[in-house]
């Protein structure tokens, strides 16, 4: 059900509040008409539920948008909030934009642009091209981000802590800080930071204003600490800004046009508890039983990967480096499946569903030149599945996370986390993860489609026992900042 519209004159103005693209709730039509809600995803979700109230009771306040016609439906039927009925206890304020303005700035710019820069994933020859159609994109996604600072800067309450996430509200801080000086407001990349010389292929006005969004906060945090010096890099090249330096050689905080911005790393974690809890459920153990009948007979072994297809998580590179571990190490033909779950991502974009056919084609390639009556080489499943996933966690011999870059990479803290007999990672060095987890990994260049063939039967002749002592070695670097702390750690530090 969606909760009844709440009057304006009975909202108190919140101490804290989170911006984010996805909010904790989302909607969606049943067939008799009325609204579903069902939780959101993400790490977000359970480090909001870690703030406690103030002492007079008022609540923080997450701030999200509507992504489709049942969140805007259910927007505009709450009124300003959402009935916490719908959004676990948690107060939101879900913005209902325009269609067209969403898409603009969420398919057009976030994702075909601030994305690709992010991830360095153009093909340079043909794109990126910033046109008249950019343009106007462009200005959608500053209408967007307008939303956003305007909404926020109605529900903080006098020198509240603000946070805003990501690269869909880049140009959030600094709007903010023109409307409400008061606040203490931070930024935090979930992604990579592109260095100065990819940075710079955007038009000159349109990286600036990205950077001067960002420095609008008095804090940017980012998940690992080369990030974090790339940022301050296109700070120094693209604003002349200075760049202050800890004891350390660190880049600490960035000055520009009178203001000072802090810079921090916070390396977001597993979340243990819920993890090895929601792994040992029924469901998750009749998702292993139908795995384990699909790899087939008890001695296989099991190469599990885990990922969206998303561009950046180099799916198909890692087909052939198991393609070629197949024709390379013939030992391992019908001793070894490779378990692959590649959960679409982002098929309204062309491009999207193109790379996921792709996916889908080189699988089909390996199985038909491997496979045997009894033998399926690749078990692929494009269903997403949470309990699936978990279950194959559990029963993984080697996982392969390998993507082109990443700012951190979950699913390479989660598998050892949940893993029943000790789990090999063979880990891009590219992954935001590989600067914690680097040492118990096997790290690969994921271009390098040889070498993470190698890397592969490397990991399967592992010994278990040192197999298991790396997976608890890795574990305890994987949970080190779980999700609550992760936030509670940044709020402090405003």
């Known amino acids: 059900m969606v909760a009844e519209h709440v009057h304006p004159a009975s909202i108190a103005a919140a101490p804290i509040v989170v911006a984010s693209n996805r909010g904790p709730v989302s909607y969606r039509r049943r067939e008799d008409g009325t609204l579903a809600a069902g939780r959101g995803g993400g790490g977000l979700v359970s480090g909001l539920s870690s703030i406690e109230r103030d002492p007079e009771g008022a609540a923080a306040v997450w701030v999200c948008a509507a992504l489709g016609e049942g969140d805007r439906e259910a927007a505009r039927a709450a009124g300003r909030r959402l009935g916490t009925d719908d959004t676990g206890g948690h107060q939101v304020r879900m913005l209902d934009i325009a269609p067209d303005t969403f898409a603009a700035a969420y398919n057009g710019i976030a ?26 994109q462009w200005a959608a996604y500053e209408e967007y981000n307008a939303a956003f600072a305007d909404a926020v800067a109605e529900e903080a309450a006098q020198g509240a802590a603000v946070l805003v996430q990501d690269y869909h509200l880049a140009l959030v801080p600094g709007l903010l800080r023109a409307r409400r000086p008061d606040l203490r407001i931070g930024h935090f990349s979930h992604t990579p930071w592109a260095p100065p010389d990819y940075f710079r292929m955007l038009p000159d006005d349109v990286a600036g204003q ?7 906060g ?13 940022f301050a890099a296109c700070c120094a090249d693209v604003l002349g800004a200075e760049v202050v330096r800890d004891g350390e050689g660190r880049a600490a905080e960035v000055r520009f046009e009178g203001r000072a911005t802090r810079l921090g790393v916070h390396g977001l974690g ?8 929601r792994a040992h459920r029924a469901d998750v153990g009749e998702r292993m039983a139908a795995l384990r009948s699909q790899i087939g007979g008890p001695d296989r072994k099991a190469i599990v990967r885990v990922d969206r297809t998303e561009l950046s998580k ?32 982002r098929q309204d974009l062309a491009v999207y569903r193109d790379y996921t056919a792709e996916v889908e084609r080189v699988a089909r390639e390996i199985n ?10 690749v078990v692929l499943h494009v269903k997403d599945d949470f309990a699936r996933s978990l279950a194959a966690y559990r029963i993984a011999d ?3 996370v390998n993507p082109i870059r990443d700012g951190m990479n979950l699913v390479a803290k989660e598998v050892p986390v949940v893993s029943d ?35 592969l039967h490397l990991a399967l002749l592992m010994d278990p026992a040192e197999r298991a002592e790396r997976t608890k070695r890795l574990a305890a670097a994987a949970t080190a900042l779980p999700p609550a702390r992760w936030f509670t750690d940044q709020l402090r530090a405003l």
């Open 111 to 136: 994702n075909s642009v601030l994305w690709f820069v992010h991830h360095m994933l153009y093909q340079t020859p043909l794109e990126p091209v910033f046109d008249r159609d950019f343009r106007a």
């Open 421 to 455: 007999h000790g789990c090999a990672l063979v880990l891009s060095r590219e992954a935001g993860a590989a600067a914690e987890l680097g040492d118990e990994a096997i790290t690969v260049n994921p271009y390098d489609v040889e070498a993470t063939a190698r890397a």
């Open 368 to 377: 038909a030149e491997f496979g045997t009556e009894g033998w399926e080489p």
């Open 270 to 277: 597993a979340d243990g508890d819920f993890l090895r809890e």
């Open 398 to 400: 080697v996982a392969l």
């Open 210 to 216: 990205l950077l001067r969004g960002v420095l609008g």
């Open 218 to 230: 008095d804090r940017a945090g980012f998940l690992t600490v080369r990030w974090a010096e790339a």
């Open 314 to 345: 180099n799916i198909v590179r890692g087909l052939r480096a198991y393609r070629r571990l197949l024709q390379e190490h013939p030992q391992w033909r019908e001793r070894v499946v490779h378990v692959a779950f590649a959960y679409p991502s």
